[in-house]
């Protein structure tokens, strides 16, 4: 799996909580053995239920399931170039840095024919120097997702009070920006140039069109707080603390259905229908609130339908799917030593490859 050409600081994010936590927003009581208001038997302390992130495949799965996709991928390209011999087969594209997304989005908005984004980028940073030899297209794609992702850019927004989460499309954002955006990302996905940890991985869980299926069953709630907790993992933790509970503790919550997904009745939480509820919440966050700008996402992702890797990328699970669209965002300090082949320098270097170990080995140091 590809890293992300600048990895991010190394650090885990945790969401603690005494009882319940924020809900949405507003704080939710702790039970701390304190009679019940709907009962005279005093309530147990509520256990903290940490929501457990979902796992990725096993490596030698998750390797065959990336080579697979990669070998679609490939051999779609290879058709390509055999219907269209006389095509070029590089794509220039000149960028000047201060108005990276713009011109980005410009050069995606001019491609006349569907096939054209299959090409070879070749790279120019306007009055910059520098020969693309791959490392200025990697530049461009990991610059491009972290600077749209800007609030100036109108385009992303993390969910209020999430505390560093993931970014999703804004409900009021320029739909045909946007679809422009999901070229981009198609570009990314083709040419293996992940996004950093920036964009929510319920981005491909839309756009592989399994999030009907597989993530908002009322059944399985966990699977829907796992897509939440990437945008926002404080309430998804808030969220996960109310499926163990009694009816009585849930009552004592003063909860309903609305205060989830507003399109619910105002019915008080109860242990038959707080799944519902979850999974509405969930949903209401991650897609209803900004549907039209997921579709206009969506649009570009598959080039207006000529293109659709959904088949491919439903079968993978949320996990894989994130590694596929992020990168491997964090990595320890034995995978970065393991990166190089340290050997014996020479004299001349001997201190500045020990410095470089000696700074890698540093565990609190940012990189």
Known sequence: VALASRPTPIRQAAATSSGFGAFDGVATPAFDGAPSPVGDTPSPPTALHPLSADSPSEP???????????????????????????????????????????????????????????????????????????????????????????????????????????????????????????????????????????????????????????????????????????????????WSNLLPLSGEELAATTLTLDDFDDALPEQPLSRANVSRAVVAGCRRKLLTDRRASLDALRDGFTLGGKLDLGLQLAQHRNADLALLLQGKVVISTQEMLDCFEWGEPPAECAAAVEHLRAAIADEHLDV
């Open 60 to 238: 030698l799965e998750l390797n065959a399931k990336l080579l697979a996709l990669r070998q679609y991928i490939d051999e779609r390209r290879e058709a390509l170039k055999r219907e269209r011999p006389s095509a070029k087969a590089h794509w220039k594209l000149p960028v000047v840095r201060s108005r990276l997304v713009s011109n980005v989005l410009e050069n995606f908005g001019n491609l006349q024919y569907p096939w054209l984004i299959w090409r070879n980028t070749v790279v120019t940073f306007v009055d910059e120097p520098g020969v693309d030899l791959g490392g200025l297209t990697a530049d461009l794609h990991s610059s491009f997702w972290r600077e749209v992702l800007k609030p100036e850019h109108g385009l992303f927004e993390q969910l209020p009070n999430s505390e560093g989460g993931a970014y999703l499309p804004r409900a009021d954002a320029d739909k045909k920006q946007l679809s422009l955006v999901g070229r981009f990302l198609l570009k990314s996905v083709l040419d293996d140039h992940p996004t950093g940890p920036g964009p929510s991985s319920f981005l491909l869980e839309f756009l592989s069109g399994a999030h009907e299926t597989r993530a908002f069953r009322d059944s399985h709630p966990t699977y829907a707080l796992q897509l939440l907790a990437n945008a926002d993992p404080v309430i998804a933790q808030s």
